[in-house]
């Protein structure tokens, strides 16, 4: 069965500072996809990057950062020069692929709070 | 391009209620999900439709039923509501051919709190 542990339940920094949030994985596929997700206090999800079990080329996209590696079955999201606005509880999830429907198994998020 | 929307924003049920959540996507997308959201948990996937007429159990489908008449709507009824299903239910949609189902990422409504009292 598929498995994400998200350890970290909570972050709190302070705005400009970096921080870096875990993603560990477990699953026996050789063919699968990570996503991390987005919940600002809004509610709603928001979807932030894909990545295939084939593909372990970091990503940097503005501020946002990700770190796949295949070999710690982890696949971190770094924040560079946080801001406020990126408050929001993160979601890191895994998505088999067995033919059918993409059948998202997330983890259970970490909550980040950046203060002034 | 309203995306995948949801009705209603907030219910209250009784215990022994009935009650279907709404869900429509205008993206034509194939894939459509229900979700629960526990609170400080990930979301668990309820029920699934690969398309129209075709609809299947995800994690925690118990207490639930759907259906998928038309490509754009998937609505999520609830038999005989419980405390237990106090949650927060995300629908969702996905596009993508059938050989890479598992590739494309998955959009989301914005929600409905659902408490049970």
Same mark, same amino acid.
């Given at each position: 069965?598929?498995?994400?542990?998200? *350890?970290?339940t909570?972050?709190?920094?302070?705005?400009?500072?970096?921080?870096?949030?875990d993603?560990?994985? %477990?699953?026996?596929?050789?063919?699968?996809?990570?996503?991390?997700?987005?919940?600002?206090?809004?509610?709603?999800?928001?979807?932030?990057?894909?990545?295939?079990?084939?593909? %372990?080329?970091?990503?940097?996209? $503005?501020?946002?950062?990700?770190?796949?590696?295949?070999s710690?079955?982890?696949?971190?999201?770094?924040i560079?020069?946080?801001?406020?606005?990126?408050?929001?509880?993160?979601?890191? *999830?895994?998505? %088999?692929?067995?033919?059918? *429907?993409?059948?998202?198994?997330? $983890?259970?998020?970490?909550?980040?709070?950046?203060?002034? | 391009?309203?995306?995948?929307?949801?009705?209603?924003?907030?219910?209250i049920l009784k215990?022994?209620?009935?009650?279907?959540? +709404?869900?429509?996507q205008?993206?034509?997308?194939?894939?459509?999900?229900?979700?629960? +959201?526990?609170?400080?948990?990930?979301?668990?996937?309820i029920?699934y439709?690969?398309?129209?007429?075709? &609809?299947?159990?995800?994690?925690?489908?118990?207490?639930?039923?759907?259906?998928?008449?038309?490509t754009?709507?998937?609505?999520?009824?609830?038999?005989?509501?419980?405390?237990? +299903?106090?949650?927060?239910?995300?629908c969702?949609?996905?596009?993508?051919?059938?050989?890479?189902?598992?590739?494309?990422? +998955?959009?989301f409504?914005?929600?409905?709190?659902?408490?049970? &009292?």
């Amino acid at each position: 069965a598929q498995k994400v542990t998200q *350890a970290q339940t909570e972050i709190s920094v302070v705005e400009k500072e970096d921080v870096t949030l875990d993603c560990v994985y %477990e699953t026996r596929d050789t063919t699968y996809y990570l996503f991390w997700y987005k919940q600002p206090p809004s509610g709603e999800l928001v979807f932030l990057i894909r990545r295939n079990s084939f593909d %372990e080329q970091n990503e940097i996209s $503005g501020r946002y950062s990700w770190n796949f590696q295949k070999s710690t079955s982890s696949f971190n999201f770094t924040i560079t020069a946080s801001q406020v606005v990126d408050s929001a509880v993160y979601f890191c *999830a895994l998505s %088999e692929d067995a033919g059918t *429907a993409s059948k998202l198994t997330f $983890g259970t998020g970490t909550r980040l709070q950046v203060t002034l | 391009n309203a995306g995948v929307t949801q009705t209603p924003k907030f219910r209250i049920l009784k215990i022994g209620q009935s009650m279907t959540l +709404q869900c429509t996507q205008d993206m034509n997308h194939n894939y459509m999900y229900w979700y629960r +959201q526990d609170p400080g948990m990930g979301l668990k996937l309820i029920y699934y439709s690969v398309g129209a007429g075709i &609809t299947d159990k995800g994690e925690v489908p118990n207490g639930y039923n759907v259906s998928r008449s038309t490509t754009e709507d998937f609505p999520l009824r609830l038999e005989l509501a419980a405390p237990s +299903q106090t949650s927060v239910y995300f629908c969702a949609s996905s596009y993508s051919p059938p050989a890479a189902a598992g590739f494309y990422e +998955q959009y989301f409504g914005p929600g409905t709190r659902l408490t049970v &009292t």
